[in-house]
């Protein structure tokens, strides 16, 4: 227990000093977002020549990428349509 209760005060610690703000929070949520779909995006063109041959797999992959793209549009569209939340006003 007391490992734990040591474990949460560290954590606790080295965070009550750093500032806070909620655009910081979304903005950084927003760009892991849109890494995370860049990094799908590679890995899912990466894997296409496995599956030569394949045509309803290939299909499967294009589907995939077309949303990922999607996603991606979202994402971007969140940006742009509330700069009031992720403005840099602190």
């Known amino acids: 227990m007391t490992?734990?209760?040591w474990g949460?005060?560290?954590?606790?610690g080295i965070y009550m000093n750093k500032p806070f703000s909620n655009n910081y929070v979304i903005k950084e949520t927003l760009k892991h977002m849109q890494s995370s779909v860049a990094i799908s995006t590679?890995?899912?063109?990466a894997r296409l020549p496995e599956f030569q041959g394949q045509p309803e797999k290939v299909?499967?992959?294009?589907?995939?990428?077309?949303?990922?793209g999607k996603l991606n549009s979202m994402i971007e569209s969140i940006r742009e349509n509330n700069e009031d939340i992720l403005g840099d006003k602190e």
Do not use: C, F, P
């Open 3 to 5: 490992n734990v209760s």
């Open 8 to 12: 949460a005060n560290l954590y606790i």
């Open 42 to 45: 590679q890995k899912t063109i």
């Open 59 to 68: 299909q499967e992959v294009m589907t995939t990428l077309a949303n990922l």
